[in-house]
């Protein structure tokens, strides 16, 4: 089998190395970028393109891995073919390929990816999902070098999974910049949340995340809300602190 990746961000470099790893040969990298084509494409020791009317057309599988904002327009101006087209995106349905391609489908790993981080990819669940059989067993099996978690999924159940992805990592990510910038404000090493944040994580595997819930809000500390209110000078902060507290403390009420 021989594997196109379209793009060369960071789901791109991660699983085209994974794929590569398990002996499955890559073929060529397209990216609009020439320093992100050239460094993706010496790391697999393939070929490399910044123009999409050059990506070959023999190949077996095209993998998409772009934002989503890009790819409608990729795959627009991408060089017909007889390969399997393939994104890895967990809001974008897989008919956005239908009346470009013939054969199509998804693989979306559930994981947030970054280019120096080494990331044991047996446990993460990969949702696939192909428009034939045949496809979505060929896919199934690429999967199965890569994880021991595959799910079929279909695009609607998908989006959810992914906006539940965006609230567990990309928005508990972005509280902890919060919380390291009260840190570093105050001259403190934010490293010092780890043990925290660790435990946090962790707890998760003895109990479910509502079961797992400390805090003022939780216990209906209103003065100690209040007080946190009155210590945080930025207003978005503030706002981002109330809303959440009420949340907590509303959601929480509403389960007893």
């Known amino acids: 089998m021989n594997i196109v990746f379209i793009g060369a961000g960071n789901v791109a470099?991660?699983?085209?190395?994974?794929?590569?790893?398990?002996?499955?040969?890559?073929?060529?990298?397209?990216?609009r970028s020439i320093d992100s084509a050239q460094s993706l494409a010496n790391k697999l020791k393939c070929g490399y393109t910044t123009d999409i009317k050059a990506v070959k057309t023999d190949a077996d599988m095209y993998f998409f891995s772009v934002t989503d904002d890009a790819l409608p327009s990729i795959i627009a101006v991408m060089p017909p073919n007889d390969g399997?087209?393939?994104?890895?995106?967990?809001?974008?349905?897989?008919?956005?390929?239908?009346?470009?391609?013939?054969?199509?489908?998804?693989?979306?790993?559930l994981q947030t990816?970054?280019?120096?981080?080494?990331?044991?990819?047996s446990a993460v669940?990969?949702?696939?999902?192909?428009?034939s059989f045949d496809d979505r067993e060929l896919l199934?099996?690429?999967?199965?070098f890569l994880s021991d978690n595959i799910f079929f999924m279909s695009s609607d159940k998908r989006k959810y999974i992914h906006l539940a992805a965006v609230f567990a990592c990309n928005f508990s990510n972005h509280l902890y910049t919060l919380a390291a910038q009260i840190f570093e404000k105050q001259g403190v090493d934010w490293r010092m949340l780890q043990p925290l944040l660790f435990e946090t994580i962790a707890k998760l595997s003895d109990m479910p995340p509502v079961q797992a819930q400390t805090g003022p809000a939780v216990r209906g500390d209103h003065a100690i809300i209040e007080q946190h209110l009155?210590?945080?000078e930025d207003e978005q902060m503030r706002k981002i602190y109330?809303?959440?507290?009420?949340?907590?403390h509303t959601y929480h009420i509403n389960k007893k």
């Open 230 to 232: 009155s210590m945080l």
């Open 125 to 131: 669940p990969m949702f696939i999902e192909a428009n």
């Open 242 to 248: 109330s809303l959440i507290s009420e949340n907590i």
């Open 140 to 144: 199934y099996d690429i999967a199965g």
């Open 13 to 31: 470099t991660y699983l085209s190395q994974a794929i590569q790893f398990v002996g499955v040969k890559i073929g060529q990298v397209y990216s």
């Open 113 to 121: 990816f970054s280019k120096k981080r080494v990331i044991d990819l």
């Open 84 to 109: 399997l087209w393939v994104h890895t995106s967990g809001s974008l349905s897989m008919d956005v390929f239908h009346g470009y391609a013939k054969r199509y489908g998804v693989m979306y790993p």
